[in-house]
């Protein structure tokens, strides 16, 4: 690591967003100590926002870019209204709370609710159980998650300790994107020529670009510390299409939780997160003032084909200055940048996913199914459809791109899957004959996996009954590609039972499955050129997307959704919609 010039530290704008939250914690400290409700209200509003030197009118939350945070307990209801203001039909999901018995709060576009259309008011309804850590909402329609998404902080109940040191100050820490397009336009564009979209134009960290993009010093995000005390980061990629390196320079962290999960402790000065996760970091400052600031750096992990934006968003690390030394400045410190893999380290990306166990505890247990019930194997990659008559097509060999899994391509329904399938009119929606694997086995991960590239199409669904243990191998193909894909369950934990490279081996790769301590996500990047293999019970009823959460990936149809039927106790049953629900 060496010293390296950049803008004067004194140009680096500070951004308030930390703090605000920071501000907010103060009052949890003093609330009841039962589970309460806690109320927001979401203004979906267009706001003039100006970074990169390029100033556009974005769709955002209370005019807020990132939005606001939601900020919890464990066992608390959460009420949100939101209430659209703007042209766009718009949804917001709840990344990774289960929704226990609240699937019409869950919030994708057509599949458990249909969108809130121009002048109309939603409100998402659910409570919090048996979830603390961080996770995140954002945009589940089309690609306004490009300015819709802000963090969920979830809180352990009054009067419980994390299981880790007690950090001084917490700050959430947001990855995403800035586009000097309008990102509605980029994806109507790419579907409509069947070629790759746009990238973005600089990645952020809570929505600033910082000091190595063009006229964006001042856009910076700073965190500033006290030697000797330990801040948990709330680490969260918000981003489009990418998964990201992250690290700060000549510091080391220790991980302690993953998409609301505590995890057994484990350093390491980089770290690895796809779209969709959430990790805690601990980060304990030097003991002594350094003679230094350090830049905070993130950029992509790639491994597909088509375009990158292959550049790096970066934070200021900064120690506050002794009282002694006040007429120090920060801008005649040297500023030290951290080493990051190679933008193809898929060695790196494995190792670093292995290192995940979960506590497995008496007090947070590994509930992971021992026997499996139902047994699915699911290729998820890149294909193909035909273009169509009189129209010429930017994809592979004059096709459109399109993503599936097992060579299904989803079809979006213009009702709400949730709504057809709890008042019993499925028929011309979707069908339940979603294939339990691949129909045409073949050498997924070979170098010539299919000599057809062309997909199917569909609304397909699989049915699942209450409390069914279900284990899914997810294969990575080669067709079009071999490359990571960060796939996300919602409604659902699951468990991490297996990962590796080549083609799955029924016989032989499940003798190695952990089935004590396995990591418990709701979102898993798939190896590239690999597989990995999950568990869960079905225990929540209702309608459940599973997709890519590579926006682009999930537009061209890396999506399906299972249907878990009502148990037998009252506790077990989904409950009807409530009387606002949006109407499509």
Partial sequence: MGA???????????????????CIIPELAIAKQEPITRHYKFDIRLQNVTRLCHTKSIVTVNGKFPGPAIIAREGDRVVVEVVNHVKNNVSIHWHGIRQIQSGWADGPAYITQCPIQTGQTYVYNFTIVGQRG??????????????????????PKHNVSYPFPKPFREIPMLFGEWWNTDTETVITQALQTGA???????????????????CSAKDTFKLEVK??????????????NDDLFFSIANHTVTIVEADAVYVKPFKTNILLITPGQTTNVLLKTKYHHPNATFLMAARPYFTGLGALDNSTTAGILEYEHPSNSSSTKSKSLPLLKPTL?????????????NKFRSLANAEFPARVPQTVQKHYFFTVGLGSSPCPKNQTCQGPNGTKFAATINN?????????????????????????????????????TGSNPLNNTMVSNGTKLVVLPFNTSVEVVLQDTSILGAESHPLHLHGYNFFVVGQGFGNFDPNKDPANFNLVDPVERNTVAVPSGGWVAIRFHADNPGVWFMHCHFEVHLSWGLKMAWIVLDGKLPNQKLPPPPSDFPKC
């Avoid at 961080?134 to 809180?155: E, K, Q």
């Avoid at 030697?227 to 489009?240: C, Q, W």
């Fill in 196 to 214: 790759g979209p746009n990238v973005s134009d600089a990645f952020t960290i809570n929505g600033l670009p910082g000091p190595l993009y063009n």
């Fill in 227 to 240: 030697p000797g005390k330990t801040y948990l980061l709330r680490l969260i990629n918000a981003d489009m």
């Fill in 134 to 155: 961080t996770l995140f909402w954002h945009a589940h329609i089309s690609w306004l998650r490009a300015t819709l998404y802000g963090p969920i902080i979830i809180l």
């Fill in 341 to 353: 893999p190679a933008i193809n380290d898929t060695t790196f990306a494995a190792n670093f996913s």
């Fill in 408 to 444: 299904i391509s989803f079809t979006l329904p213009t009702t709400a899957l949730l709504q057809a399938y709890f008042f019993g009119k499925s028929n011309g929606v979707y069908t339940t004959n979603f294939p339990s694997s691949p129909l045409f086995p073949f050498n997924y």
């Fill in 4 to 22: 390296s010039l950049f803008p004067s530290a004194a140009f680096v704008g500070t951004f308030l967003f930390a703090m605000n939250f920071l």
